[in-house]
C-alpha cells in the first residue's frame, strides 16, 4: 500500500518539473483519479493547471451539474462536446473502435483547448490498471491505448500511473478531498458509450442513463458495492399493455471488487432485484426486459465493453 504522504511529495515536485514554468491542461471529469490528480497539480503548479470538464454527452444524470457544484470555486473551464462524441460514434460497432473514436476526439479538444490557452502539457490520471489493460490488449482504456499517436503536446504527465485505485483513495484522504470524492464509484472515461452494445446514439443513451440512475439509487447507499451500473445489451420481445414489443434489455450489473482487476458479483437479494425490474420497466418507455449479470471478472470484464 502507498505512503500517501511521501507519494504527494514526490509527485508534486515531479510534476513542478516535468511541467518546467509551462501551462498543463487536464480532464477533470469529478472522479476520484481526476480530482487526485488536480489537487497535486495545483499544489505544484497553482494557476498554471487548466482544468477542463468535458461534457461527452455520455456522462451519468446530472454529472455535469454535480461537476461544476463542486469545482465552482476553481477555474474550471467546461467544454460542451456532446454533438461531437455522438457524431464521431456514429456508425461504430466494434468496442475498440468506439474506445479509439473517443480517444481521439479527447485528445483533439485537449489540442484545441491547449492551443487556445497556450498549455504545453497534457496531465492524465492513468492509473495502474489501466496501463495493465491497455498493454495486455484487453481493453484500449480512453486514455492510454485510445491516444492517437500524432498527440501535439510536449509532454503527458501521468502521476498516478504506478496506483491501484485503493491507493489513490488513500491518496484522495492524504490531501482533505471530501469524501463523496474519495468513495465514488469509479465510472469509465468513455462514459456510458461503453455501456451500449453496438452503435452509440443519444437515443438509446439516454435510456440508460436513466437506467443506471435507478440502479445507483436503489443499491449505493445500502450495498456501497465496488460498482453497480445498466448496460443496454440488445432487443428483444415483451408485452407492455396488451401490446406486444421489440423492447430493449437492459442487464443490471453490480460488484465488489479491490482494484478491479478482479471482480465478485454481489448476491443481491431477489425483493431487490424485482424492484430494479419493475422500475426500469415501468419508468423507462421501451424497455422491455431486465437481467441480472452473475458473472465474475474474470472471466466476464466488469464493463460490457
Ligand atoms: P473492466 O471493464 O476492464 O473495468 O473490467 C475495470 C475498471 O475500469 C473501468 N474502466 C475504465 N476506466 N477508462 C477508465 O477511466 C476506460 O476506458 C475504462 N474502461 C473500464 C471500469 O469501469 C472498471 O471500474
Not at 156 to 166: G, M, R, S
Not at 188 to 195: D, N
Not at 216 to 235: K, M, R, T, V
Amino acid at each position: 500500500m502507498v505512503n500517501a504522504q511521501k507519494f504527494i511529495e514526490e509527485s508534486v515536485a515531479e510534476i513542478r518539473k516535468a511541467a518546467g514554468d509551462g501551462h498543463v491542461v487536464m480532464a477533470l471529469s469529478g472522479g476520484v483519479d481526476s480530482s487526485v490528480c488536480a489537487a497535486l497539480a495545483a499544489r505544484a503548479i497553482g494557476d498554471r493547471l487548466i482544468p477542463i470538464y468535458v461534457d461527452t454527452g455520455l456522462m451519468r444524470k446530472g454529472e455535469s451539474a454535480r461537476i461544476r457544484q463542486l469545482f465552482g470555486s476553481i477555474n474550471l473551464k467546461t467544454v460542451d462536446a456532446s454533438a461531437e462524441f455522438f457524431a464521431a460514434l456514429e456508425g461504430i460497432i466494434d468496442p475498440e473502435e468506439k474506445r479509439k473514436a473517443i480517444g481521439e476526439r479527447f485528445i483533439r479538444i485537449f489540442e484545441k483547448e491547449a492551443v487556445a490557452t497556450g498549455a504545453e502539457y497534457l496531465l492524465q490520471g492513468t492509473i495502474y490498471p489501466d496501463r495493465i489493460e491497455s498493454e495486455g490488449g484487453i481493453k484500449s482504456h480512453h486514455n492510454v491505448g485510445g491516444m492517437p499517436l500524432d498527440i501535439k503536446f510536449k509532454g503527458v504527465i501521468e502521476p498516478l500511473q504506478d496506483l491501484y485505485k485503493d491507493e489513490v483513495r488513500v491518496v484522495a484522504g492524504a490531501l482533505g478531498l471530501p469524501p463523496e470524492i474519495q468513495h465514488r464509484m469509479p465510472f469509465p472515461g468513455p462514459g456510458l458509450a461503453v455501456r451500449v452494445l453496438g452503435e452509440v446514439t443519444p437515443e438509446k443513451v439516454g435510456i440508460i442513463r436513466e437506467a443506471n440512475h435507478i440502479v445507483e439509487d436503489e443499491l449505493i447507499e445500502i450495498y456501497s458495492p465496488w460498482q453497480c451500473f445498466a448496460a443496454l445489451i440488445g432487443l428483444g420481445t415483451g408485452v407492455k399493455g396488451d401490446v406486444r414489443l421489440h423492447g430493449w434489455i437492459v442487464a443490471v450489473r453490480a460488484v465488489n471488487s479491490r482494484d478491479g482487476m478482479t471482480a465478485d458479483p454481489i448476491r443481491l437479494p431477489y425483493e431487490t432485484l424485482e424492484r430494479i425490474s419493475s422500475r426500469i420497466t415501468s419508468e423507462i418507455p421501451g424497455v422491455a426486459r431486465v437481467v441480472y449479470d452473475i458473472t465474475g471478472k474474470p472471466p466476464a470484464t466488469i464493463e460490457y465493453e
